[in-house]
């Protein structure tokens, strides 16, 4: 028995939170959609963490394989796809080019009696073509089969709905002016439905939106008067923005400091294990998936990161940091100097 996931962008859905989503059909077909990135907290969090791995360089025996793969505009792509939708792929041209491949494009062939799994290439455009197994680079985090992977964006479902109405109820607050909500009385006449619904219509076109400042006239047999904003709404979106935030970060394992919220259990000490932990846990996790699907494919040529860039420390923060171990006696002077990239002095003083 043998059947087919098939990675083609979904573009009928009217609801931008499914059309995020992967769905499966009782045929075993996958969409993904390109519509993903309408959420501004998951636009955030993956270019954060896609931009974290691409500014560390593969080191691997082959320099130019470590060095092509590196570049940002292969590295950059391969993490944010394989984060939004579960998977990434990328072609191995051959003396140590590689060209990425669109999901789209791409059309996986799974034999669940000899667990062969092929890779159709149709662009929709030339005629469709197979691409071998080792030439094509398949990356995934998260699966249940082990030949596709799973987005973390699924887990994400409520959460994005959360944030779809949160937008909505901003825009209608801030589309409804500066006025709030306006109640207009007849003096001495008694209108119809149809003409109380004409005078609605012509004072909301005259006062909403970008004419939210225009002076009004209005006869003697009208009376205007408005209901005050209420502003507290404006605060519940803000704390509700905050925990979509917040769920989103976790989801992918970042720190909400990194998008500039305050961990209220965090201190100096335990910012440091955040970092450590992000490191050593979200993009570790990341690097061993790209790593372990390179060997795999490449062969054994000691692929690692080199995540220098991303533990180098502010040049004011070092010197806080030698200045205060010398102090406390946990390093000598020399020790600290080093510290800040200064020359060893011995047992000579400067005058103060």
Known sequence: MSFFINNQATTGSADPVEQVLISFNDSANFNISN????????????QIIANDVASCKLNCDTPNIGNNFSKRRLLFPVVSNMLLYGNSFVENLGSGNFKLVPNDHI?????????????????????????????????????KNGVFGLSRVQALKGTLKAEKELNNLLGGYLTSGIHGTTVIKSVNSDLSREAREKVRKSFDEATTGDKALNSIVVGPDLDVSSLDLNTDVLNVIDKVNEVVTRRIASSFGLPVEKLGLENVHSNALQSDKTSSSYLRGTLQHIFDCITSELTEKLGNKNFSFDTSALTSVDPKEMLEQAIDAYNNGLITKDEARQMINLDPVGNKYFKE
């Open 107 to 143: 059309e996986i062939e799974y034999d669940d009696v000899t667990n062969q799994v092929r890779y159709k290439y149709n662009n929709h455009e030339q005629k469709a073509r197979y691409i071998p197994n080792e030439k094509l680079l398949h990356f995934f985090e998260f699966t």
């Open 35 to 46: 519509n993903v990135l309408s959420s501004s907290s998951l636009f955030t969090v993956i």
